[in-house]
């Protein structure tokens, strides 16, 4: 059974662009949640997906959106980037129901100039 | 908000000691979960658990869900070079609402094992 599968690994944006993330969770998840990790912050969740819906959102601003597609994949936009967007950007897969683990990929590394 | 306090921060420890970290909060949780993330890399799910009182072990790796779900436990027995990184512990309101596929971090603990 395949992982969670995150592209591209690697991003260098300059500060003003966009950038977009891509996410495919374990076949049969249908949950999709993303966590940005900073040294500083640690692991801070974004938002949540289920069946093409946000579920759940944290507290990011609106530059940070998202969505879900029906095959479950999932993609992250950031608009107008800045110097502290650079961070690990990371997805987890997840059944979507309670008490279900949540598993994650390798990682989005981002780093704005 | 909810926060989760894991200690140590950081061990130092010869190859074929134990090791043993925590996690502590001030909410309740009703799911726990150990991960270990090595440089570069997302974190990788080591041991989930479910009910308060459980002890689940996996391999060389014991953790156990504390009886008031405030609190968490990792031991790992006879540490090896390979276990070096960053354990992380996790929680989960499991409420449904605003908890949906929303985990609550630990700071980590850095594990440095002396061959």
């Known amino acids: 059974k395949a992982g969670v599968t995150q592209t591209p690994r690697y991003l260098i944006k300059t500060r003003g662009q966009q950038v977009t993330l891509s996410c495919s969770p374990i076949?049969?998840?249908?949950?999709v949640s993303w966590y940005q990790q900073t040294p500083g912050q640690g692991l801070q969740f974004l938002f949540e997906?289920?069946?093409?819906?946000?579920?759940n959102k944290g507290n990011f601003p609106g530059r940070f959106s998202g969505r879900q597609f029906s095959n479950s994949r999932s993609e992250m936009n950031v608009s107008t980037l800045e110097l502290g967007d650079s961070a690990l950007y990371l997805c987890?897969?997840?059944?979507?129901?309670?008490?279900?683990?949540?598993?994650f990929g390798q990682g989005t590394r981002l780093t704005v100039v | 908000g909810q926060q989760l306090n894991q200690s140590p921060q950081s061990m130092f420890i010869q190859e074929g000691e134990d090791v043993s970290m925590n996690c502590t909060s001030s909410?309740?949780?009703?799911?726990w979960l150990w991960y270990k993330q090595d440089p570069g890399e997302g974190p990788v799910l080591l041991i989930a658990?479910?009910?308060?009182?459980e002890l689940t072990s996996n391999g060389r790796l014991t953790a156990q869900f504390g009886i008031t779900r405030k609190d968490s436990f990792l031991n790992i027995s006879a540490s090896i070079p390979s276990d070096v990184g960053i354990y992380f512990c996790?929680?989960?309101?499991?409420?449904?609402?605003?908890?949906?596929?929303?985990?609550?971090f630990g700071q980590g603990t850095i594990l440095t094992v002396h061959p």
């Open positions: 987890a897969s997840n059944q979507g129901w309670v008490n279900t683990e949540a598993f």
């Open positions: 076949s049969g998840h249908r949950s």
């Open positions: 997906y289920f069946s093409e819906t946000q579920r």
């Open positions: 909410s309740i949780f009703n799911t």
């Open positions: 658990l479910y009910k308060a009182g």
């Open positions: 996790a929680g989960d309101t499991n409420a449904g609402g605003t908890s949906y596929g929303k985990l609550t």
